[in-house]
């Protein structure tokens, strides 16, 4: 009997480039490009310092630090085109910044803006909520591109813990029988709020899970820029031609889950220092000063100007006026009911008596 | 104008549909070579290929939320849940999903898809194959729901569905797939979302029903004429959303209303339609609204569903019970 079992799968993450800044594989990325890598990273995490900071000052509600995840998201979304659709979680603004997100966007979310995170016109998905129920949107999106022969790809943006949902498995099976032009990235920082990976799942990795659905799967180091965007980019051209492929970039959530848990009540110190040394903007950092490319000098022009980019972006989210309950309730339909009408119009009355 | 029965509307009209808009497409388990279990989809893969009628892996949530994915996406996909009692297992690509996204965006995407499922008891099926969980879907704000009980109304209403730019769940009842035939028009046409059919004016009484309890209520309504009741019955077609005007209308002449569902009562569409009448026709009623509903529990087994399902007999009790309770 061929019993199949799990320890005959063997998983090598790929890596191009080591936690000490050395290119160990080849890469296609012009020079021009890895410093757009390079900012963007930086950018990424800028961001996500001070939005945790804004949190805890009361000026954004609760947000999901990526802290540790720029090179996963930034390596990945930089090896898209402009064509190709993304569906994000809500942990996804460093990717979301690539496809063209403005900062302010994502600090409108947090503050629950009514038009905060509406990213039509960049190809993003809403951000999603419900843990992986955006693989089947991805799936249907990418239906509708094969349909039309548009050649775009769409990419659902996962973390560890969706990778336990039906809708996961059922997009995984759906994507495969039907040939479509979808990648699933699943981001595997090792936490699900508190549940660390080995009690999420028993699989050795979540690529080989790939295999049982009949598609490519693949591990590489998340934290590695240089291997998650030439993955990418393979990955792209695979799906295009109708084989979806799973892509399980290995990082590190550094932070919280979100604002409002404290993670030194179920996890070590000892095994974050480990993780710290795997930096994903360290090592990039490194890499491009060994190649001459970028200087302590570049680096603080590169601070400065970002400081000021997101100072400008909190300010226009800040001023912005809110929307009113009257014009969200319109939005419940294309043409609100008689029944909404009513109420939209009591809302209206009980505003003028207040 | 064709003799058709329900089925055999569905059929048609889905072809039609498909015929005047190539971004129509059917997806679903059994809908292809098989034609669907009840045969809605019969023959329209011979029609447009494996590419617009497709068969799917049997997984509930991925069909809506690959539907809900085309839809944003430009297409127009009309998804089959084989029977309603399945739609559990798909109820957040619906209602978290599909129904919400419109207004979670602020209108910048929305879900142009419709679901259609069979549902309805009387027709012995296993377990969680017939009941109607239409409530459900009112309590979700985003989506429509329809709920035709002839032929012609759901060929109009079906097109209406496609055509719509909001999620629309579309509920056939099992038990009149083929329980009667009518004329239909074979032009498309298209019945607004939201307009009851005020199928028999009178004066004495209002029944509301709609779905598969509109055939016991018709009995009923035939017995309760004989007996010398003058009754008006309203077909509510549409669920979400509802015509409270045409229920108001009809309360306020008749004074008297029985609302009759195949749902259990509880929570139910006549709680909220009682409750409407309280809120606006309460001076112009003369007895309390009662309810001719199924019971509060799981849809029975076979042996005991004719007297779980509200029975012709029922009706024209409580019908008999609201005009001695009237105070004039």
Known sequence: ?354 | MTEMNMIEAINFTLKQEMEKDENVLILGEDIGRNGGVFRATDGLVDTFGERRVVDTPLAESAIIGTAVGMAVRGLKPVAEIQFLGFIYESMDQIAAQAARIRFRSAGNYHAPMVIRAPYSGGVKTPELHSDSLEALFMHSAGIKVIMPSTPSDAKGLLSAAIADPDPVLFLEPMKLYRALRENVEEERFTIEIGEANVVMEGSDITLISWGAAMAETKKAVQMLEENGYSIELIDLRTIVPLDEETIIDSVMKTSRCVVVHEAVKSAGVGAEISAIINEKALFYISAPVLRVTGYDSPYPVATVENEWIPSMDRIVREVKHVWELSLD
């Open chain 1, 1 to 354: 009997m061929n019993w199949i079992e799990p320890n005959i799968i063997d998983v090598n993450p790929l890596q191009q480039l080591n936690e000490q800044g050395i290119l160990t594989g080849e890469t296609s990325i012009s020079d021009e490009e890895k410093l757009e890598i390079y900012k963007w990273m930086v950018k990424a995490r800028r961001f996500d310092e001070l939005a945790v900071k804004f949190q805890r000052q009361g000026r954004i509600g609760t947000y999901a630090p990526l802290i540790g995840q720029e090179a996963a998201q930034v390596g990945s979304a930089f090896a898209l085109e402009k064509k190709d659709w993304i569906f994000p979680s809500y942990r996804e603004a460093g990717a979301c910044f690539v496809r063209g997100t403005k900062p302010s966007s994502f600090f409108k979310y947090a503050m629950g803006h009514l038009h905060g995170g509406i990213l039509k016109e960049e190809r993003i998905f809403p951000v999603q909520i419900i843990i992986g129920a955006q693989t089947l949107h991805a799936a249907g999106s990418a239906w509708a591109d094969q349909y039309k022969t548009n050649g775009a790809v769409s990419v659902a943006y996962v973390g560890d813990g969706a990778t336990s949902q039906g809708d996961f498995h059922e997009a995984l099976n759906f994507a495969s029988v039907f040939q479509l032009p979808v990648i699933y990235f699943v981001q595997n920082n090792q936490w699900a709020i508190s549940v660390p990976y080995h009690k999420q799942t028993n699989s050795q990795s979540i690529a080989q899970k790939a295999l049982a659905y009949g598609m490519t799967g693949v591990q590489v180091d998340g934290n590695d820029a240089v291997a998650v965007y030439e993955t990418m980019k393979q990955a792209r051209s695979l799906a295009r031609e109708g084989k979806p492929v799973l892509i399980e970039a290995l990082t590190h959530r550094m932070g919280p889950h979100t604002t409002s848990d404290d993670p030194s009540k179920y996890r070590s110190r000892e095994a974050d220092e480990a993780w710290d040394k795997k930096d994903p903007i360290f090592r990039y950092r490194k890499w491009l000063e060994g190649l001459q490319l970028w200087s302590e000098e570049e680096e603080q022009d590169l601070n400065a100007s970002i400081e000021e980019e997101l100072k400008q972006a909190f300010n226009e989210a800040a001023e912005t006026t809110t929307a009113s309950l009257g014009e969200a309730l319109g939005h419940v339909y294309e043409k609100p009911t008689n029944r909404l009408k009513e109420q939209i119009l009591e809302w209206e009355g009980s505003g003028e008596s207040k």
